[in-house]
């Protein structure tokens, strides 16, 4: 594609800063792209759009109050465990964790409640352990 499929005139790969808004929270973010030189058309690759998809993810979580990719994962690595382990230990299916770390899928609530519990050692792994199966 090297021109735009709405106006014709010629596009190119850039990055533009752009804000983002959230519940009247905004940040700015770099998106990379093909932008169009005349009508402002931006058209986002796959790859284009996994480069910011992360950065939002984690603005949206601290807005909702929920733990970022890194601060989960963070947690995990002190329990010592693997994200295989800590999805067949919390549940929520294999492949849950990695979901979680990559902002494919926010944790739910009460998972998000008890890694606060486990970082802020109100409680302990074996805690947890003794009552999961
Ligand atoms: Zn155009």
Do not use: W
């Amino acid at each position: 594609m090297t021109n735009c499929p709405i106006c014709n005139a010629k596009i190119v790969n850039k990055s533009e800063v752009t804000t983002y808004t959230y519940k009247d929270h905004s940040i700015e973010i770099e998106q990379s792209g093909k932008y169009c030189t005349k009508c402002e058309e931006v058209f986002l690759s796959p790859k284009d759009l996994k480069s910011t998809k992360l950065k939002i993810a984690n603005f949206k979580r601290e807005i909702d109050h929920f733990l970022t990719t890194d601060e989960l994962k963070r947690i995990r690595k002190k329990l010592h465990i693997t994200q295989q382990d800590a999805s067949q230990i919390f549940g929520g299916g294999i492949r849950a964790f990695h979901k979680y770390e990559t902002a494919e899928v926010t944790q739910s609530k009460p998972l998000d409640i008890l890694f606060r519990l486990i970082d802020s050692d109100k409680i302990s792994f074996d805690d947890i352990k003794s009552v999961a199966i």
